[in-house]
């Protein structure tokens, strides 16, 4: 947890349309509001939206909702 950064989505597109996967949609920005932070990180805080590629993100399953786990230095802006 030390430089990671938790997250929730804002994009809720989906990689499919109409059963076929969109080749590359994992190469495209990705937006979501930073839930908390790690004691090392140091370029966002909670509250925070940050893009970064969809590729870096891990899954993290907790109740109330499908989060996300990102390392500081994936995120972009």
């Known amino acids: ?3 990671r950064v938790f997250v929730i989505p804002d994009d809720k597109r989906d990689r499919e349309i109409g059963g076929i996967i969109l080749p590359g949609f994992d190469d495209e ?5 930073v839930e908390a932070v790690g004691p090392l ?3 966002c805080r ?8 969809r590729n870096n ?6 109740l109330g909702g499908d989060k996300y786990v990102v390392h500081e230095r994936d ?3």
Request: net charge neutral; hydrophobic share 55%; aromatic share 14%.
């Open 1 to 3: 947890m030390l430089d």
């Open 29 to 33: 920005p990705f937006t979501a509001t």
């Open 41 to 43: 990180v140091t370029a």
């Open 46 to 53: 909670a509250g925070d939206r940050i893009v970064f590629q």
């Open 57 to 62: 993100m891990y899954p993290l399953r907790v």
């Open 75 to 77: 995120v972009y802006a």
